[in-house]
């Protein structure tokens, strides 16, 4: 379900980049003066997007050093290299969808293999707020939906308790327990 608004309508163009060899104090100096929670690493020569570093990376570095080892700590030795990637031209549903499968709370924005902005999930609710319940709202229709095909399908289903978590859900009965179909889907 598109909303007709593109990701690169929405996304922040002002970004900041470091360098592979930078150092994780100069990181935490940058972040804070501008207010941010991730940096971009690209060559100081290309555009190319060689990584990305956040908070969860820095604090676990902090976690595994001593305060005198974080000077000798380089970001190329930190970032993440797989990079979750999305297009200018991609809808932010398909951007909303991206962040969730993959996990991110940002995606780099990247055209022809080059960097052109970033796209956070504030970014999207900040455009449309109710497009995040709009979404959820669908997927749930979409659960529902499923559910009933699939109990019509089964005869060993029914509704009820789960003897597992103890949720009123269609129960797919294994033999020993009847079941939800979370539970179902875990074991």
């Given at each position: 379900?598109?909303?007709?608004?593109?990701?690169?309508?929405?996304?922040?163009r002002n970004l900041v980049f470091v360098?592979?060899?930078?150092?994780?104090?100069?990181?935490?100096k940058t972040m804070s003066k501008k207010r941010i929670g991730n940096l971009l690493i690209k060559d100081k020569d290309s555009n190319k997007l060689k990584g990305i570093l956040t908070e969860k990376d820095i604090v676990w570095a902090v976690a595994k050093k001593s305060k005198k080892g974080l000077k000798d700590v380089l970001v190329k030795d930190l970032?993440?290299?797989k990079v979750v990637t999305i297009k200018p031209s991609a809808d932010v549903t398909e951007a909303l969808k991206r962040l969730k499968k993959k996990k991110v709370r940002r995606?780099?924005?990247?055209e022809n293999g080059k960097?052109?902005?970033?796209?956070?999930?504030?970014?999207?609710?900040?455009?449309?707020?109710?497009?995040?319940q709009m979404i959820a709202q669908t997927l749930k229709i979409r659960e529902e939906t499923d559910k009933l095909k699939r109990r019509?399908?089964?005869?060993?289903?029914?509704?009820?308790i789960c003897e597992e978590c103890g949720e009123?859900?269609?129960?797919?009965?294994?033999?020993?327990?009847?079941?939800?179909?979370?539970?179902?889907?875990?074991?």
């Amino acid at each position: 379900m598109d909303t007709g608004i593109k990701v690169g309508d929405i996304m922040t163009r002002n970004l900041v980049f470091v360098t592979p060899d930078t150092d994780l104090i100069t990181c935490v100096k940058t972040m804070s003066k501008k207010r941010i929670g991730n940096l971009l690493i690209k060559d100081k020569d290309s555009n190319k997007l060689k990584g990305i570093l956040t908070e969860k990376d820095i604090v676990w570095a902090v976690a595994k050093k001593s305060k005198k080892g974080l000077k000798d700590v380089l970001v190329k030795d930190l970032m993440r290299k797989k990079v979750v990637t999305i297009k200018p031209s991609a809808d932010v549903t398909e951007a909303l969808k991206r962040l969730k499968k993959k996990k991110v709370r940002r995606l780099p924005v990247v055209e022809n293999g080059k960097l052109i902005g970033m796209i956070t999930d504030k970014d999207i609710l900040r455009i449309d707020p109710g497009l995040f319940q709009m979404i959820a709202q669908t997927l749930k229709i979409r659960e529902e939906t499923d559910k009933l095909k699939r109990r019509e399908v089964g005869s060993n289903r029914r509704e009820g308790i789960c003897e597992e978590c103890g949720e009123y859900d269609v129960l797919n009965n294994d033999g020993a327990q009847s079941i939800c179909e979370n539970c179902f889907g875990r074991r």
